[in-house]
């Protein structure tokens, strides 16, 4: 058994976790890098942006041709457009060169999807990419997420640029990442960012691979791609306008009400306009509308947060959705919490259900030490929302097959339940025991 699957012992409630699980290690002067060399220009320079079809038809040629896996990025306008589509889609692969896609003039990638289906792609934080590049028909097999495999390498920064100069010694341009990509024609200078955005993507995927052989975590790497590739699409929200930002602010139904038709009515607006959200009507301004519940145009344009042109521009929906709410009957305002969503948030437990809040302090001792022992984000060791549900709902029988078992249910992948069921259970066993539970 590798020294990444030895199991320690779970830490009494309030004892240090990192003192319980592992001995102390001296502290270690860091050895200073040398300075990253800047990467300018792609090897064989910009290619031009494919927007035919016979263009595409030498694209997918050559990429038939090369070897190795296909480096894979795209590039969105969030900020800018409604949705999370594709306004350009990068590939390279050795022999092949690097192919700049515009998924707007060729918005059917299923041949070269087809063409590729047995070649694994490498992508950096692949969940971002991946439903934009499903809507245009390109759908990985086999993946490497080399984001990800930093995350499970305990890589203190995993962005791409981070990990390019930490692990490979080169310095990536970082000027263009939140341009408007839906921009037509894109600017040589984005192009080139884009096509350098790949141009190292295979090459860093290589060491990383090396690193978790070396460290004895592939196996749980290739479990992780392989989970999310199998993950089916994220249904939509039941009630989306609930994510507004600044809403714990609302702490009454009729402002809730408020906050509901102001973003039902901005979301109508930006579809339809093929715009941002934000760019319609900002979330400052709707907690705000839905705090002050304005009566008039007059109070409408004197608040701080309605004087851009954007939110000017539909002052007479704004009003009309404000009135809306203001006229709902009790029956059809909304709930201060949605329910059938899960646990409360954490900080309640205490009030609610202190038992479970025990459970889940313990709980969450356990999972950092264990993180810290095998040099990952907790987060990436077990999902914040299913620590949550498990020491919310615990199951009967805290014994550690049942531990697994709910571990399981709540999707974590079995290197996971197997470095954590047996501690878990333990210290709930231990609080039970005790006589806290």
Known sequence: ?????????????????????????????????????????????????????????????????????????????????????????????????????????????????????????????????LPCLAEVGLVP????????????????RVGLGSMVETVLGFSLEKGHSAADW????????????????????????DALHAELVEAGKLDWAMEEFAAILAAPPKPPRSEPWRRTSGIHRVRNRRALAIVRELWEARDQIAQDRDISPGRVLSDAAIIELALTAPRTPADLTALATMRNRGARRHLSVWLRSISTARSLPESEQPEQSQPGEGPPPAHRWAERDPEAAKRLSTTRAVVSALADEHHLPSENLVQPDAVRRLTWSPPTDLSAEEVAAALRALGARNWQVELVSVPVAKALQRLEIKGDL
């Open 1 to 129: 058994m590798s020294e990444a699957r030895q199991e320690p012992l779970a830490p009494e409630p309030g004892d240090d976790p990192a003192a319980t699980v592992s001995p102390q290690t001296p502290a270690v002067e860091p050895v200073p890098l040398p300075a990253a060399e800047p990467l300018l220009e792609p090897r064989e320079g910009v290619p031009a942006v494919v927007i035919t079809i016979g263009a595409m038809d030498r694209v997918i040629e050559a990429f038939v041709a090369g070897t190795g896996p296909v480096a894979v990025d795209a590039e969105r306008a969030s900020g800018y457009r409604y949705g999370q589509r594709a306004y350009l889609v990068q590939l390279r692969r050795q022999g092949a060169g690097t192919a700049l896609i515009d998924p707007i003039a060729c918005p059917d990638l299923s041949v070269l999807d087809a063409a590729l289906a047995g070649t694994e792609m490498v992508l950096h934080a692949a969940n971002q990419d």
């Open 141 to 156: 097999r086999r993946l490497f997420d080399t984001e990800l495999a930093g995350r499970l390498l305990g890589h203190p």
């Open 182 to 205: 839906s921009t037509r024609p894109l600017p040589e200078d984005w192009l080139r960012y884009a096509a350098l955005d790949v141009e190292l993507l295979v090459e860093l995927r």
